[in-house]
């Protein structure tokens, strides 16, 4: 009997330790699951929600205020869309299929393809166009005034034309305008002056056009017509970037032009070409003006911030 009774306390000990062995690991983990929740909250949430956490990773956006900028579509006579419309293009449906958020790594995208060109190119284009005073295209700036616009971008995707080489893209530019006076002066047709500045997208490298005078002791008046201005031989920056994210920056200050890429790869233009172009207005823009005609051909430019100055 003694040794029954014996085995059964020692059997009731043995449970009620291993119960209360039990209990005390239920209410470590318990303690910690909850420590590890605050060090959570305070270390990742702060005072958002764990539903606002999921939407802050979920949903990236683009560094860009669109309140001084114009689209052009690639669709249209082409389509244009200007400020405070532009500022809804997330949900605005002229917009939407050309110009639109890729929110898994916070990009704007710009799509283009052949379809709709502007006045005196060949080419489309999902670009945005300064206004430096919303809605008008008649305010703008000079050389002597300066200017700067700054911007990471990346290719996302383009099509090759028959020989297997990428198709081209404009990706920024810097655009000459006539004012009303100088257009009347020369009887020009329109506004339209040349581009000082285009950079290309081509085949995985960065590329910088500018334009020179054919005659550099041209008049003040003479320069102002196209057809005075031809493209310079251009320059090439060495990195191949290929299809990823990149930053490149122009800057116009007292009479020079600067493209600068990466923050340490410049390219400084000061010549009498540069210094003469004084007389015109000008714009900045950026996006996707694809240089292809080809059928089935289409580009996409990713930007995820674009900002100017003056």
């Not at 000082?196 to 995985?204: F, H, Q, T």
């Not at 002791?217 to 003479?222: F, G, I, Q, V």
Request: charged share 30%; aromatic share 12%.
């Amino acid at each position: 009997m003694y040794r029954i009774k014996l085995l059964r306390n020692n059997m009731l000990w043995a449970f009620l330790i291993a119960l209360t062995a039990t209990m005390n690991v239920s209410c470590q983990v318990k303690n910690s699951t909850t420590d590890d929740i605050e060090d959570l909250s305070e270390a990742t949430l702060g005072d958002k929600s764990g539903e606002s956490l999921v939407e802050e990773r979920k949903y990236r956006l683009p560094n860009i205020d669109l309140s001084h900028w114009k689209v052009t579509l690639p669709v249209g006579k082409p389509d244009e869309v200007e400020p405070p419309e532009i500022l809804n293009y997330a949900t605005n449906a002229e917009l939407k299929n050309y110009m639109y958020n890729d929110s898994t790594d916070g990009s704007l995208v710009f799509y283009a393809f052949p379809n709709s060109t502007t006045t005196n190119t060949k080419y489309s284009r999902c670009e945005l166009r300064e206004q430096m005073v919303p809605g008008d295209n008649n305010v703008n700036w000079t050389f002597p005034q300066g200017g700067t616009m700054k911007g990471t971008l990346a290719m996302d995707e383009v099509t090759k034309d028959p020989e297997g080489k990428y198709h081209k893209v404009i990706i920024m530019q810097i655009h000459g305008r006539l004012t009303n006076a100088q257009k009347e002066l020369i009887g020009a047709k329109d506004n339209n002056a040349p581009p000082v500045l285009k950079i290309y997208w081509d085949k995985g490298y960065v590329r910088v056009k500018t334009k020179e005078l054919k005659d550099k002791s041209a008049s003040d008046t003479d320069i102002l017509h196209t057809d005075a201005w031809g493209d310079d031989e251009g320059y090439t920056f060495p990195d191949y970037v290929g299809f990823k994210k990149f930053t490149l920056e122009v800057k116009v200050k007292e009479g020079k032009l600067t493209v600068v890429m990466n923050n340490r790869d410049y390219k400084t233009y000061d010549n009498v070409s540069i210094r003469r172009w004084k007389v015109f207005e000008n714009y900045f823009k950026a996006g996707n003006y694809f240089q292809s005609k080809e059928k089935y051909s289409y580009a996409k430019v990713k930007y995820y911030d674009l900002e100017v100055s003056h």
